[in-house]
Structure formats: C-alpha cells, structure tokens
C-alpha cells in the first residue's frame, strides 16, 4: 500500500517560494547552497531543550555558524538524510571549523518527540546537536515568522503518520543573518565545501 507523503507538497509548495526569493548561483565557485537575494535576520525566539531549560535561540547562538532545521524524529526521509549528511562532514572537518558550527533541530511533531526520544534520536547522528520542542502553535508560527511554511500534521489516532514540512536547513552566520539555505538533496560534498567558507565569513 502506497503511503501518502503530505510533506512533499509542502516541500514543493515551500522550495517554490523559497526559490523565488533567492537569487541564482551560477558561479562554480559560489556557495553550494541557495544564496538569498536579501538576508534573513537569525530570529529571536525561545523554546525548551532537551534537558528541560529554555533556550532563547538568538542569544544561545549569537555571533556563531547556526544550522536551523524544522523536522521530526519519525521522518522516513528528509530528517535523517539532511542531519546524516551534516553529522558525517562535521567528523571529517579540523576542530577548529566543526567546533564553531551548530546545528539545532526543532521538532515539528511534539506530540510524539518527546525530550528523551529526541535527544536520542540527535546522540544518534551527534551528541552535540541541539533539540528543541515546544507546541506546535509556538513552532508554526516561528516557522511562519522566518518565511517557512507551517508544518502540517494530520489528525490521526492510530499515531502512525507523516508530517508535512518544509525541508530546507537555514545557514546563520556570524553576522546573525542567513545569507544561504540548503534543501533536500544537499550532499556532503556540498556541506565540506560551504562548511568551512561560513565559518571563515565567506557568505558574500
């Protein structure tokens, strides 16, 4: 039996308004992800971490590398594929490079994801990467607040479901704007490329 998969409209629907906001990168020598024709502003927003405490995603992450990425830990695809891809490079990169990047993962399925099962769904990638979670009210309208699409969840009983989201990781550089965004598909030789040049503040 075919599965239906509501995070791929969303996607679609997403990746489409993204790319009409964002100017082209022909220049092989150009960032691999999708530069934006104007930057992002990191957002200031506050949500609950792993371990229980509030964690105010601006001030936390101020001044540093922030990868964002809105999912959820039952994700068939996206998820594991985006985070797997950037947990692998990290391990490849000097210490002086893969120590100022950080990645925070915002669970878009909070009624599944709980604290425990999403820290041990990140250990599984690496154990430095951050989780967050609150309801999906608060998350929708982050998500909203920075120009992402709403996740969507379905109302089901049977807790065997996919949520619809949008599947792009946004890059915040140390000047707390993103200037570049990644989406479904990037592939580690792309994160090793890009990796070092926003933490060396090349993002122009």
């Known amino acids: ?5 509501p995070w791929r409209v969303t996607a679609a629907l997403g990746l489409a308004a993204l790319l009409a906001a964002c100017g082209s990168t022909p220049d092989p020598e150009a960032l691999r992800g999708t530069v934006l024709a104007e930057a992002w502003p990191r957002p200031d927003f506050s949500l609950t971490d792993t371990g229980g405490e509030p964690f105010a995603f601006r001030a936390r992450t101020a001044g540093t590398v922030t990868l964002l990425f809105f ?7 996206v998820c594991p594929v985006h985070l797997g891809n950037i947990a692998a490079v990290l391990g490849t990169l000097t210490p002086d490079v893969s120590g100022r990047v950080r990645v925070v ?4 399925d909070p009624e599944r994801d709980t604290a425990d099962r999403i820290r ?5 990638f690496d154990r430095r990467f951050i989780g967050l979670r ?3 009210d608060e998350v ?5 607040r920075i120009g992402l699409a709403a996740a969507v969840v379905p109302d089901t009983s049977d807790g ?3 949520v619809g989201h949008g599947a792009q990781v946004i890059a915040y550089t140390a000047d707390d704007s993103a200037h570049v965004v990644y989406g479904f598909g990037t592939r580690q030789a792309d994160w090793a490329a890009d990796l070092p040049r926003l933490v060396g503040g090349e993002w122009d």
Do not use: E, K
Request: aromatic share 12%.
């Open 120 to 124: 041990s769904w990140l250990d599984g």
């Open 140 to 144: 929708n309208a982050i998500q909203q």
């Open 134 to 136: 609150g309801s999906l």
């Open 71 to 77: 999912g959820y830990t039952h994700c068939p695809d």
């Open 1 to 5: 039996m075919t599965r239906n998969r």
């Open 160 to 162: 065997d479901y996919t």
């Open 105 to 108: 993962f915002v669970s878009t």
